[in-house]
């Protein structure tokens, strides 16, 4: 039978308007409920594209959302885990020693499943089931409304309320929050893109055919980034790119060989575009008003000595091209 703690569970998940903190009040209604000893959720990423799907999960790398880094693990690696994203149904597990149950939640996205709710209780009757899946559909149909309210209506791409919104899990506002679970430190770099010459595509075919040249280009952002990178449209023609778990030149390879495919790229009516590109390590502790800043300065560099290339902020500021930069939170409007 349905408790009023169960309602008020259910319309306490409804009243979360942030992914974290949807997340978190799950993981707390859950475990009061099941007494569950332990309590995951797992993003699920296709790193194949479409060239694979939950039918042959192969492809699919699974990472623990209390982790703020990128620390993906094959599907292979977790029991159950390639049987719930094949099947698209709950699995449950029984352990023996000690003797447990674990049940696997598929989150069922637009095509595949895009997470995973993992449980491991000591008890679990069919009314306490119920109640868990009841949970879990909420929890699966608030992140479809917060994916919605975050993505950019043309692109596709999060926009710059998702990219505010996240900043303290993305940014690592802590120390600890850039480091992996062996507390080793973990690497992000921050990049900004710009079209070049965007201005001109408008001017002289019309916003209508902008807009297609946007539309291309996030294609090819999805197409060039790893499944686990955030990719913003930041306005108008200009991009945030967070690269997971790179150092400066690896950071710089993936993002010369985007710049290529842009280069390269022919698109319908315009013809060949390029892109100028910044791009700062994030390190922890530092404000999200100064690695932006820092990443638009050397964009801006980028544009005033010939475009089609990257700057990396710390390579200019290390060869005197530039001079280092602090911006306090209170000194630039960033939203």
């Given at each position: 039978?349905?408790s009023?703690?169960?309602i008020?569970?259910?319309?306490?998940?409804?009243?979360?308007h942030?992914?974290?903190?949807?997340?978190?009040?799950?993981?707390?209604?859950?475990?009061?409920?099941?007494?569950?000893?332990?309590?995951?959720v797992?993003e699920?990423?296709?790193?194949?594209?479409?060239?694979?799907?939950?039918?042959?999960?192969?492809?699919?790398?699974?990472?623990?959302?209390?982790?703020s880094v990128?620390?993906?693990?094959?599907v292979?690696?977790h029991?159950?885990?390639?049987?719930?994203?094949?099947?698209k149904?709950?699995?449950?597990?029984?352990?023996?020693?000690?003797l447990?149950?674990?049940?696997?939640?598929?989150?069922?996205?637009?095509?595949?499943p895009i997470?995973?709710?993992?449980?491991?209780?000591?008890?679990?009757?069919a009314?306490?089931?119920?109640?868990?899946e009841?949970?879990?559909?909420?929890?699966?149909?608030?992140q479809?409304?917060?994916?919605?309210?975050?993505?950019?209506?043309l692109t596709?791409?999060?926009?710059?309320?998702?990219?505010?919104?996240?900043m303290?899990?993305?940014?690592?506002e802590?120390?600890?929050?850039?480091e992996?679970?062996?507390?080793?430190?973990?690497?992000?770099?921050?990049?900004m893109?710009?079209?070049?010459?965007?201005?001109?595509?408008?001017d002289?075919?019309?916003?209508?055919?902008?807009?297609?040249?946007?539309?291309?280009?996030?294609?090819?952002?999805?197409?060039?980034?790893?499944?686990?990178?955030?990719?913003?449209?930041?306005?108008?023609?200009?991009?945030?790119?967070?690269?997971?778990?790179?150092e400066?030149?690896?950071a710089?390879?993936?993002?010369?060989?985007?710049?290529?495919?842009?280069?390269?790229?022919?698109?319908p009516?315009?013809?060949?575009?390029?892109?100028?590109?910044?791009v700062?390590?994030?390190?922890?502790?530092?404000?999200?008003s100064?690695?932006?800043?820092?990443?638009?300065k050397?964009?801006?560099?980028?544009?005033?000595?010939?475009?089609?290339?990257?700057?990396a902020?710390e390579?200019?500021?290390?060869?005197?091209?530039?001079?280092?930069?602090?911006v306090s939170?209170?000194?630039?409007?960033?939203?």
């Amino acid at each position: 039978m349905i408790s009023k703690s169960d309602i008020e569970a259910l319309i306490d998940l409804t009243g979360r308007h942030n992914k974290h903190e949807l997340t978190a009040c799950l993981v707390e209604n859950v475990r009061k409920i099941a007494a569950s000893s332990t309590i995951a959720v797992y993003e699920v990423f296709n790193t194949q594209g479409d060239r694979e799907s939950a039918d042959n999960p192969s492809g699919f790398v699974v990472r623990n959302t209390s982790n703020s880094v990128w620390l993906g693990e094959p599907v292979a690696q977790h029991e159950g885990f390639t049987e719930c994203i094949a099947t698209k149904q709950i699995v449950r597990l029984t352990r023996e020693n000690p003797l447990s149950t674990r049940i696997i939640f598929p989150v069922r996205g637009a095509r595949d499943p895009i997470g995973l709710l993992v449980i491991d209780c000591h008890s679990a009757d069919a009314e306490t089931l119920y109640m868990i899946e009841a949970l879990s559909q909420v929890w699966r149909s608030q992140q479809f409304l917060l994916d919605r309210s975050e993505q950019d209506g043309l692109t596709g791409l999060l926009n710059r309320q998702a990219l505010e919104t996240r900043m303290p899990h993305l940014f690592g506002e802590n120390p600890s929050s850039l480091e992996g679970t062996s507390g080793t430190p973990t690497c992000k770099c921050l990049a900004m893109l710009d079209l070049d010459k965007f201005k001109e595509v408008n001017d002289k075919f019309g916003h209508l055919f902008g807009d297609e040249v946007l539309v291309h280009f996030a294609r090819l952002m999805n197409t060039s980034f790893r499944p686990y990178d955030d990719l913003f449209r930041y306005g108008g023609e200009e991009f945030v790119v967070i690269l997971q778990n790179v150092e400066m030149e690896k950071a710089l390879s993936i993002l010369e060989r985007f710049r290529n495919a842009v280069e390269m790229y022919d698109y319908p009516q315009v013809g060949q575009k390029t892109v100028s590109i910044g791009v700062v390590q994030i390190a922890a502790g530092q404000m999200p008003s100064t690695l932006l800043d820092r990443a638009d300065k050397a964009l801006y560099y980028a544009k005033q000595h010939g475009r089609n290339r990257i700057c990396a902020y710390e390579h200019l500021v290390t060869s005197g091209q530039l001079q280092e930069s602090d911006v306090s939170s209170g000194d630039v409007e960033l939203f």
